[in-house]
């Protein structure tokens, strides 16, 4: 029996043994990440090497330098055009805000001007009748200072179909200094005027100061020199 049973294990018939080596579960799984890891390195060698052969790797690398500059460009050329359309913009508001206060200006000098009109012809309305063309009104005086007076007075035209005027006035100063009669004119002499509808005329004139004014004449003449008004104010 016992015979028998050592024959058995001696023939082919004889069980199959099979002789491992024990190895952790660590160091397994350790080893089969190295050997995938491995595995995807040489494919992604493949990869790229053949993808160098190829050239594809060139052409891509080309056609990404090309797009970086069309985009480095684009954004160029839409800073640029920004750029331009902020001061475009910036020019237009400004050229609006100019526009309306010219608009607002003209409104008011048209008011001004149709309120002038209106009180000139109320004045005209008021005024009495003269027998000559040109007439002086509302003059006025006062001593400023010592030794100094100051004057203003209304020069205007009868009639809206008039020309305009162009002549001189005279300021004279009419009264005593050191107890004897005494006059003054203004040291530059007559002044220029030019009278279309009205004109407003102000100014000082200067005189000793101890002389005693009793009266102030103002005097037109034309460019001939003919007297065209004159006014005497006492004071």
């Known amino acids: 029996m016992r015979w028998k049973l050592i024959r058995r294990r001696l023939s082919v018939s004889a069980p199959r043994m099979i002789v491992r080596s024990h190895l952790p579960w660590p160091l397994r799984w350790a080893a089969l990440a190295l050997m995938l890891g491995f595995s995807g390195a040489i494919a992604l060698w493949a990869f790229e090497f053949g993808k160098d052969i190829a050239g594809l790797d060139r052409v891509e690398r ?34 609006r805000a100019a526009q309306e206060r010219l608009v607002e200006q003209m409104r008011q000098l048209e008011a001004e001007n149709l309120a002038l009109q209106d009180d000139l ?9 003269t027998s000559g063309p040109l007439a002086l009104r509302g003059l006025q005086a006062e001593v400023a200072q010592p030794g100094q007076m100051r004057y203003q007075l209304l020069i205007m035209q009868n009639g809206r179909a008039q020309p305009e005027f162009r002549g001189h006035y005279e300021i004279r100063l009419v009264g005593t200094l050191d107890g004897r ?30 002389a005693v004014v009793q009266q102030l004449e103002v005097r037109v003449t034309d460019a001939d020199g003919t007297v065209r008004a004159q006014q005497t104010l006492k004071l």
Not at 80 to 89: H, L, W
Not at 121 to 129: K, T, V, Y
Not at 182 to 210: C, E, L, M, S
């Open 62 to 95: 080309a056609e990404l330098a090309r797009l970086q500059a069309e985009l480095r460009q684009l954004r160029e050329e839409r800073d640029q055009a920004q750029s331009i359309a902020n001061t475009a913009e910036s020019l237009l508001k400004m050229e």
């Open 121 to 129: 012809g109320f004045f005209e309305r008021l005024l009495p009748a």
């Open 181 to 210: 009669p005494w006059n003054q004119t203004r040291a530059d002499g007559a002044r220029p005027v030019a009278v279309k509808h009205y004109k407003r005329v102000q100014g000082v004139i200067d005189f000793p100061p101890t």
